[in-house]
């Protein structure tokens, strides 16, 4: 905390707040679907693993006594050790904030801590200590983005052949102008990919994700980046591109947000940045632990490629209500096809990289990452951009701080700002109160829209996922 800025947290005290809706609503629905996950998984041990089935049912308990302290607004205990190191900085910081309760307490905070202390019941335990309890559900909601993944395969195919085409008679100045309008183009489809957050769109049908993805949908959203700062991050790498040598490293960092779609248009950036030479390497960075609900972690990656290495399989495979699905055609299936083979490449050859780190569960904002994990900030230093995806990331850039929406990105990032060493863009729909660097009087317009908050207090327009930001800052300057 010592590190943190002076401005204050968002708090589940505050009835004008996101946290406090996050707190009241959405949490309780997140523990429910925990719980009937690890239920049915339960139910599948067989009886002779006495064990197994034991230990499965006491950990299902616990989850419900975890709902049952939230819902009843009880007070927040110590996290019990389960070997890894965090325990003691999750402790110390509830010790040093004193007594918290679920519906009074810093947002962010809380949020880490009730993912935090979902993973200890898990790590705790011998049968179940690899057990994901959300990884259901984000397989599921990666089957429900088929309409999606299959025209983002057939456009970014399409785009890779264009790319090896001769471009005889056009000028340089013309490619680099595509390029960019290119760069821009992947750049939002990884933006709005954090539209299927499944922390926060806990009631939505297979259609309404469907109505998330697409172009059609990217176009009408392409108004409501509220902050664009894309064309900046891309003169950055041209340029790097053209002062470095050809055996020089051009690396590109993200901090990987959802798993599933989004996670599959990330890797739609990361292949165009490597095919389009404005990156050598990407590193992908997820979380170590289940986090959030569908945050990337390791095994999320793995489970993406293996459903894409037989997408005909994964796409018309039964769902659990039994609805069947229309086959892919041959056409699609080459499609998904190319990227399995193209992502699975540059996997084998060392430039796509997964690089897990602890610090990215830990409980505070990254203002503390020069102090507390100094070499995962060194290590940053070295990419020329470091992409952090979705709203989370944002909040813990920002402290989760009821910044002034008009204060610049780079003074709400603080050591991550100007100096830092760090080149960052955040790319986030908004889902939660916190907004900087908008123009003045912005903010009071957004409020004025439908559903916007009005004169209420509340910044409602932040929360839905309908506006978004792609903010820069380089902090090599």
């Not at 205990?77 to 010790?95: M, R």
């Not at 309890?133 to 984000?138: N, Y």
């Not at 990215?360 to 990254?366: E, K």
């Not at 951009?385 to 780079?410: E, H, I, M, Q």
Request: charged share 25%; hydrophobic share 35%.
């Amino acid at each position: 905390m010592e590190y943190d800025p002076d401005q204050p947290q968002y708090s589940t005290s505050d009835p004008k707040s996101f946290a406090y809706t996050s707190a009241l609503e959405r949490w309780p629905v997140i523990l429910t679907s925990a719980i009937d996950d690890l239920y049915r998984s339960v139910s599948n041990v067989p009886a002779a693993e006495t064990e197994k089935l034991a230990e499965g049912k006491a950990i299902t308990e616990q989850l419900a006594k975890l709902k049952y302290e939230l819902q009843h607004n009880r007070q927040l205990t110590p996290l019990l050790d389960d070997g890894e190191p965090d325990i003691a900085e999750y402790n110390k910081e509830l010790e040093q904030r004193g007594q918290l309760t679920w519906y009074n307490a810093p947002w962010l905070y809380t949020e880490c801590y009730l993912y935090r202390r979902i993973a200890t019941l898990f790590a705790r335990s011998k049968h179940w200590k690899n057990y994901d309890v959300f990884a259901r559900q984000k397989l599921s909601t990666f089957k429900s983005s088929r309409a999606a993944v299959l025209e983002l395969a057939a456009r970014y195919r399409k785009l890779a052949k264009e790319a090896g085409e001769d471009k005889k008679g056009v000028s340089s100045e013309q490619i680099e102008e595509a390029e960019r309008l290119l760069f821009v183009e992947m750049c939002e489809i990884c933006l709005w990919g954090n539209a299927t957050d499944l922390s926060l769109l806990t009631t939505l049908t297979y259609e309404d994700i469907q109505k998330l993805q697409g172009s059609e949908a990217r176009k009408a959203q392409e108004k409501n980046i509220i902050v664009n700062d894309m064309s900046a991050a891309y003169d950055v790498l041209r340029d790097a591109r053209k002062t470095k040598g050809p055996q020089e490293e051009r690396r590109v960092d993200i901090v990987l947000d959802n798993a599933g779609f989004e996670l599959f248009v990330d890797l739609i950036l990361a292949g165009y940045l490597l095919s389009a030479n404005l990156a050598t390497t990407v590193v992908l960075r997820p979380k170590v632990i289940p986090w959030f609900v569908s945050d990337v972690i390791p095994q999320d990656f793995a489970d993406l490629i293996n459903a894409l290495r037989d997408p005909q399989a994964f796409y018309t495979a039964p769902d659990d209500t039994g609805r069947t699905y229309e086959p892919l055609s041959a056409a699609q299936e080459e499609d998904v096809d190319f990227l399995f083979k193209q992502w699975s490449q540059f996997h084998a050859d060392g430039r796509l990289v997964l690089r897990p780190h602890r610090f990215w569960t830990s409980p505070g904002s990254y203002w503390r990452m020069p102090h507390v994990a100094p070499d995962l900030f060194e290590e940053l230093k070295g990419a020329e951009v470091v992409l952090f995806k979705g709203d989370l990331n944002y909040r813990k850039l920002t402290s989760d701080a009821a910044w002034p929406p008009t204060t610049p990105f780079t003074t709400a990032i603080g050591p991550l700002g100007p100096g830092s060493g760090i080149r960052i863009l955040s790319f986030r729909t908004c889902k939660a109160d916190v907004v900087v660097g908008l123009p003045e009087g912005e903010d009071e317009r957004l409020r004025n829209e439908p559903n916007g908050g009005g004169d209420s207090g509340a910044r409602k327009w932040a929360w839905s996922g309908k506006w978004a930001v792609a903010s820069f800052s380089d902090g090599k300057k």
